[in-house]
């Protein structure tokens, strides 16, 4: 655990939280929908790890990479409820990632997709770097946090055609729609585009044909609030296969 590992994460838990307090505030006081908010948070918490990381770089390993994931869940500690009811900052950061449809299991939803998905990448990351290619990992990473970060708003905009999947555990129905998860479809086929050196030509191919669909259908079909680890497995399962084209 160097001092750079140390800075980052603490930087990192900074920046979260403070983007949390100011979209909270966004719904609280100004009524914007907690359905855009949350993306948002969606969108740090998928990109500023990698975009702070170019500017406090530590030794990544497998060590740090397990202790980050492990410390980052330790950003959910704010939102339980003894703290929150206590410490107005931290009531007000939960108003932007708790969607009135998800009472009273906004919490439990939101820290076990978390979790969720990082039991997924983790043996992902380890499988790859054994390989020396655990860039692919930006493949999956890139799709969930572009692509389900958009398709709820896409879909909240400009949805007309519905459709509805459940929660993990319990049977009231929640709407998707497939704008929305055409947003999945189409991220994926851009960022294989732009992340083509790492794939030869027949490879790439293969990917453009599989992955999209694959992506889209994990999506579709996964649980309602529990998208990323789906996206993760299904991804990762088929650049596994790809890759040994």
Same mark, same amino acid.
């Given at each position: 655990?160097?001092?750079?590992?140390?800075?980052?994460?603490?930087?990192?838990?900074?920046?979260?939280?403070?983007?949390?307090?100011?979209?909270?505030?966004?719904?609280?006081?100004?009524?914007?929908?907690?359905?855009?908010?949350?993306?948002?948070?969606?969108?740090?918490?998928?990109?500023?790890?990698?975009?702070?990381?170019?500017?406090?770089?530590?030794?990544?390993?497998?060590?740090?990479?397990?202790?980050?994931?492990?410390?980052?869940?330790?950003?959910?500690?704010?939102?339980?409820?003894?703290?929150?009811?206590?410490?107005?900052?931290?009531?007000?950061?939960?108003?932007?990632?708790?969607?009135?449809?998800?009472?009273?299991? %906004? =919490?439990?939803?939101?820290?076990?997709? #978390?979790?969720?998905? &990082? @039991?997924?990448? /983790?043996?992902?990351?380890?499988? $790859? !770097?054994?390989?020396?290619?655990?860039?692919?990992?930006?493949?999956?990473?890139?799709?969930?946090?572009?692509?389900?970060?958009?398709?709820?708003?896409?879909?909240?905009?400009?949805?007309?055609?519905?459709?509805?999947?459940?929660?993990?555990?319990?049977?009231?129905?929640?709407?998707? %729609? =497939?704008?929305?998860?055409?947003?999945? #479809?189409?991220?994926? &086929? @851009?960022?294989? /585009?732009?992340?083509?050196?790492? $794939? !030869?030509?027949?490879?790439?191919?293969?990917?453009?044909?599989?992955?999209?669909?694959?992506?889209?259908?994990?999506?579709?079909?996964?649980?309602?609030?529990?998208?990323?680890?789906?996206?993760?497995?299904?991804?990762?399962?088929?650049?596994?296969?790809?890759?040994?084209?």
């Amino acid at each position: 655990m160097t001092y750079s590992f140390i800075v980052f994460q603490i930087l990192k838990f900074a920046i979260l939280f403070g983007i949390a307090v100011i979209t909270g505030v966004l719904v609280r006081d100004h009524g914007l929908k907690v359905n855009y908010t949350r993306k948002i948070n969606h969108f740090a918490i998928s990109f500023l790890p990698e975009l702070l990381y170019k500017a406090i770089h530590y030794e990544m390993n497998n060590m740090t990479v397990v202790a980050g994931a492990i410390i980052s869940l330790g950003y959910f500690i704010f939102f339980i409820p003894p703290l929150r009811r206590r410490v107005k900052a931290f009531e007000t950061a939960f108003y932007a990632i708790d969607r009135p449809e998800d009472r009273p299991h %906004t =919490l439990f939803w939101f820290v076990s997709q #978390f979790a969720a998905g &990082i @039991i997924v990448i /983790i043996p992902f990351y380890l499988y $790859f !770097s054994h390989f020396y290619t655990y860039q692919l990992l930006y493949v999956s990473l890139l799709i969930n946090g572009l692509g389900d970060g958009l398709a709820e708003p896409v879909g909240i905009r400009f949805g007309r055609h519905f459709y509805n999947v459940r929660p993990l555990f319990g049977t009231k129905k929640y709407v998707r %729609t =497939l704008e929305g998860s055409a947003c999945v #479809f189409l991220s994926a &086929i @851009i960022l294989l /585009i732009c992340l083509r050196d790492l $794939f !030869s030509p027949i490879q790439l191919i293969a990917s453009l044909i599989i992955l999209p669909i694959a992506a889209a259908l994990a999506e579709a079909f996964s649980p309602h609030t529990w998208d990323a680890p789906f996206i993760l497995l299904v991804c990762n399962l088929v650049l596994m296969g790809v890759k040994a084209i």
